[in-house]
């Protein structure tokens, strides 16, 4: 399925357009050329027995601005591949086949190589678009970054969003450049050795713009339900077909190296094989092997099994999952709260931060006190560590608090800068959320551009979201919460390229360089080698990990976590260590809150 195969979305033929709609519970549709102009007008579409519409337009192309009209509603098309007047105007054509066939010399990197930087296109830069991020290449390739991972860009109403609201998945927002800008920046991303990923939300749609309902109810389904609104119905071949094309789309015809699948524990689909198996079995078999694609899962559910590998290491379905669990423990440790789902995670907290680090996953089917004993996740310990991503902050756990704090205004420094050193360093893959190199203190706020009743729902409901946290049970504390669909709490959100600037901005900046530098020379080499680990406790409040290819154990990490100095065994290369740590014949004396890590060699 190349992208002139794509069923859905307008194509550029010769001197004309042909233009498609899947809409089955309607008899008639048009298209309308240039709507509202002087040189408006209006063709009937021929309807198959499938439910499909389409037309050849001639003397249209590139730039032709376009509605479907269905019974008197003039809407967007749902595949649009731009929105030049936002998600609610006339769609526009993008010859995206001219896209996926410019010369392009680039391959990606191999999934051990990667270093991921989340960042929002609309708050990352003081500018807020793809040139904006273009302009700070260097800064994240001089920081030991190897893939950017842009925040979801499906075009949403308004001017500001996080992207979760998106309505039409193959458009690019508006708010951030053309397509073409786009595309400049991947160009410039891979020209500097940077692979871009793009987080996708294939769970739900936005609850403003989307008319889909309107011509294919069948699109979705009451059977079950998410928390964002009405599910998607995947038992359908079309619905199957638009979003393994839109993923196809996205990699293909703009170039993407790889994909975040947003909250696919909220997929429901009984077929087999499942959407999400189908989607990596097409995108692996259309795309790979010329090339390095990558695919990565949120998934609360904790499914060890969409994470297999084959007999001989190689990625047949999803390369990692964005662990959680590293998170949420490392969050419990240097803040101690427990609220919410922290509250699955203070049980033996140094106990579980070793499980994350040897096995994945914490939750392996254990009862969830969050979800009131609900069980929780699958077997984990067999993957290799490549197959967990690692974090200490990203855009749902600094974003999703009240006031947006990050970490540096939340725990000691010291301890903060321990737990990076342990995820930048360990081999799952790390994580970075935009500014965090440099212990970034503006907030990641929650925020939108809805208006009128819509606007008073999501303000509200975020206000109700907090009610069970006590720093909000009382209803003027709740009101304190920052408006979402203020400007100013967008901007409040925006980096501030200053603090990296500043004295402790390069202090911070230049730790966390040196610690990717060492990750690329010691540790990457590694990881494909790297089969399991087994952890070791010392005491309460301490452990060590060993990771082993099929021979040997090649990698050591030792923690303390505890008040009182604890003796480990060190038989190998010192690498990195953090203040007041001792190391003398084979042995390493580890004071409070401190680590190490150590190379193994082959019969150390």
Not at 545 to 569: F, I, M, Y
């Amino acid at each position: 399925m190349s992208a002139r195969g794509y069923r859905f979305g307008p194509v550029v033929e010769g001197d004309g357009v042909r233009f498609r709609l899947w809409a089955p519970a309607l008899a008639e549709v048009r298209v309308v050329i240039n709507p509202g102009a002087a040189d408006e007008r209006v063709h009937a579409l021929t309807a198959d027995a499938d439910g499909w519409h389409e037309a050849r337009v001639a003397d249209t192309g590139t730039g032709t601005r376009y509605l479907f009209d269905i019974e008197g509603l003039r809407v967007p098309d749902p595949a649009s591949r731009f929105q030049p007047e936002d998600a609610l105007g006339p769609s526009e054509v993008v010859d995206t086949v001219a896209f996926a066939d410019r010369a392009r010399t680039w391959r990606g990197r191999p999934w051990a190589e990667t270093v991921l930087y989340e960042l929002h296109v609309g708050t990352f830069s003081p500018t807020g678009d793809y040139a904006g991020v273009a302009a700070k290449l260097d800064h994240l390739v001089e920081t030991g970054v190897t893939a950017v991972e842009l925040m979801p860009l499906a075009d949403f109403p308004g001017t500001r969003n996080w992207g979760y609201d998106g309505v039409l998945p193959f458009a690019p927002d508006g708010a951030y450049g053309r397509p073409e800008d786009l595309v400049a920046l991947i160009d410039a991303a891979h020209a500097k050795g940077l692979m871009v990923f793009l987080d996708v939300v294939y769970n739900h749609f936005g609850p403003e713009g989307n008319f889909l309902g309107a011509y294919a109810p069948a699109f979705f389904t009451d059977d079950w339900h998410t928390p964002w609104g009405q599910a998607i119905d995947f038992r359908r071949p079309e619905v199957r077909r638009f979003f393994v094309e839109n993923a196809l789309f996205w990699l293909e015809c703009y170039g993407f190296d790889g994909l975040r699948l947003d909250a696919v524990h909220a997929i429901a689909d009984p077929s087999r094989p499942d959407i999400l198996t189908e989607l990596a079995a097409l995108v692996r078999a259309e795309l790979e092997p010329h090339r390095h694609v990558h695919l990565v899962l949120e998934n609360d559910a904790n499914e060890a099994h969409r994470l297999e590998r084959g007999v001989t290491g190689a990625v047949h379905g999803y390369d990692a999952q964005w662990n959680d669990d590293v998170h949420h423990i490392a969050h419990h440790l240097l803040t101690g709260e427990d609220a919410a789902y922290y509250a699955d995670f203070t049980a033996d907290p140094v106990g579980k931060l070793a499980r994350a680090l040897a096995e994945g996953f914490i939750y392996q089917g254990e009862p969830s006190v969050f979800r009131d004993g609900e069980r929780r996740g699958e077997a984990s310990g067999h993957l290799p560590p490549a197959a967990f991503v690692g974090f200490v902050q990203n855009h749902d756990q600094v974003g999703n608090r009240a006031f947006g704090e990050r970490l540096t205004t939340l725990a000691e420094p010291a301890r903060l800068e321990l737990m990076r050193a342990l995820v930048l360093l360990a081999p799952a893959p790390p994580l970075l959320f935009m500014g965090e190199e440099w212990d970034a203190t503006t907030p990641f706020l929650f925020f939108t551009d809805f208006h009128d009743d819509l606007a008073d729902a999501v303000r509200e409901g975020r206000r109700r979201e907090f009610e069970r946290f006590p720093a909000f049970a009382d209803p003027k504390a709740r009101e304190t919460i920052p408006d979402p669909n203020a400007a100013a709490t967008c901007e409040r959100s925006r980096l501030d390229w200053a603090e990296a600037d500043s004295a402790a901005g390069h202090a911070a900046l230049a730790r966390t360089r040196k610690l990717l530098a060492l990750r690329h020379r010691e540790i990457v080499p590694l990881i494909s080698q790297l089969v399991g680990a087994q952890a070791a406790r010392h005491g309460e409040r301490a452990f060590s990990v060993r990771w082993h290819d099929t021979a040997a154990p090649r990698l050591q990490l030792s923690v303390n976590l505890g008040a009182d100095t604890v003796a480990v065994g060190a038989p190998g290369r010192l690498l990195h260590r953090c203040d007041g740590v001792v190391e003398d014949a084979g042995e390493a004396r580890l004071p409070a809150w401190t680590l190490g890590w150590w190379r193994l060699e082959p019969g150390s």
